[in-house]
């Protein structure tokens, strides 16, 4: 057994506070992701902060695109009119997350932080080019995205939103693992006029990661038809027991095909 403590902070200074007083602090958004490691002892920490009464959550349209709150729920973020009319991709991204029971406890900013490789959201932040706000900088997702299950976060660092640009047309299209629903390779495309931006999650081994090909060969012909076979290399896709580097291949370019499809 291992002691842990639990605190919820006021307010996001309180949070702070006791994050950077902490010898082994953890912040708890929706727990999703990091309950179950502490369950499973692939994580252990001495404080658990919760986020729930931070004020950290809502949707509201920006100059450009729409900015949300990093403990919006992802239910909420399917069910959001303003999302349904400014960036419908990103909800229907939302609303195809895990199960139900993870929609109405996850949040956008705990799934950010956490940079699963095979997590939904920062394809969609990736592939609009969108801004990580925390407590102390603007990261453009460019730059946050470090490697799998790492980010340009610093240790004492804390999301409170996202900007994310609304484009001309989007699209997110995934094939899911059927039990966990996370995805196995999953595109988001977006388009700004003539230019276009390809993302890619559940397939990398570093992670999310764009794909300059196919957004050239887009750009040039936006057609499924400009995504030909043997355009995504398998060398740095991740293997594991549910597909092998030449299907994750194979996935992602038959993903992206059905994205533009989307798109069209």
Known sequence: MYKTSYLRAKNLDEAGRILADAE????????????????????AAEQLIDLADCGLAGIAAEEGGL???????????ANSELVQDTIPALAQLAGGIGDRQVRNRGTIGGSLANNDPSACYPSAVLGLGGTIQTNQRSIEAEDYFVDIFETALEEEEIITSVFL??????????????????????????????????AITGAGESGVFRHTGMEAALQDNFSAEAIIKGMVEPDA????????????????????????????
């Open 67 to 77: 900015r949300i709150g990093t403990m919006t729920r992802h239910v909420d973020v």
């Open 165 to 198: 640009p609304k484009p001309d047309r989007a699209a997110y299209v995934k094939f899911p693992n059927p039990a966990s629903r996370y995805a196995m390779a999953g595109v988001f495309l977006a388009c700004f006029g003539e230019r276009v931006r390809l």
């Open 237 to 264: 896709l991740m293997e594991d027991i549910h597909a092998s580097q030449e299907y994750r291949a194979h996935l992602v370019e038959e993903m992206a095909r059905r994205a533009v499809r989307a798109c069209s």
């Open 24 to 43: 082994d602090g953890r912040l708890l958004a929706g727990g999703m992701t990091l309950l179950p490691t502490l369950k499973q002892r692939l994580a």
